[in-house]
């Protein structure tokens, strides 16, 4: 392999090492898969830890089904490395990022991917209160901007990226931490009920440790509804 001086450590690239000190830290030059050498492999890497997770998502267990079916909508495209590059913005610079995703076949789905920087305990506190509003609204836009949407799917990521320079040598898999969770909004309840028959179901996935009481009772009333 090509050595870079110095090397990049973790998974976002922001800190590195003096090949000196690792190799004095570790016992031996770095090994090919022990580091990321540019911005693709970055990527590339991200993908793969995301793609690993999505059947293991932290809350609502079984949601992964209804993930998967949203996805299948996308014939085969795979999301991972367009996602993978807004986890990479947050782990530089522990903002939130987001990129939404809608195919262009019918009926219309749409995947929001929305990158956090920490655990899912951490971010908790900022989010509760406002992340209810805050995905009916993105929903609510896409189907104002034209999208009869069946159903949007948001995939929250917690990512963390902690390397060391005292300990160099840590696995990247040890190094960088991702979970998931999934939140699904039918297309009934955005104001946008699909035309054709999907496969999708007129489920609601929600965090209720993210909302409030006020807010969870009309969404219960819309579900006694449909049901």
């Known amino acids: 392999m090509i050595l870079r001086d110095p090397v990049p450590l973790g998974v976002a690239g922001s800190v590195t090492i003096p090949l000196e000190q690792y190799v004095a830290r570790v016992g031996r030059e770095p090994e090919r898969a022990e580091v990321l050498l540019d911005e693709k492999e970055r990527i590339a890497y991200v993908a793969h830890r995301l793609s690993e997770v999505l059947d293991r998502p932290l809350t609502s267990p079984g949601s992964e089904g209804l993930a998967q079916g949203v996805l299948q909508y996308f014939q085969g495209t795979d999301l991972a490395p367009h996602f993978a590059e807004k986890a990479l913005e947050t782990l530089r610079d522990q903002q939130m990022h987001s990129r939404i995703a809608v195919p262009t076949n019918d009926p219309h789905v749409a995947v929001s991917f929305v990158a956090w920087s920490g655990t899912h305990r951490e971010v908790q506190p900022q989010r509760y209160g406002n992340y209810l509003p805050a995905l009916y609204a993105t929903g609510r836009r896409l189907v104002e901007q034209g999208f009869p949407l069946a159903g949007f799917l948001e995939v929250d990521a917690y990512v963390r990226d902690n390397p060391d320079p005292e300990d160099p040598g840590r696995p990247l898999d040890e190094v960088f931490e991702v979970d998931v969770e999934y939140s699904y909004l039918p297309g009934a309840l955005l104001g946008s ?32 509804r449909q049901s």
């Open 193 to 224: 009920p699909s035309e054709e028959a999907t496969s999708l179901p007129d489920a609601l996935v929600l965090n209720p440790d993210l909302c409030s009481p006020e807010q969870l009772q009309p969404l219960r009333a819309f579900m006694a």
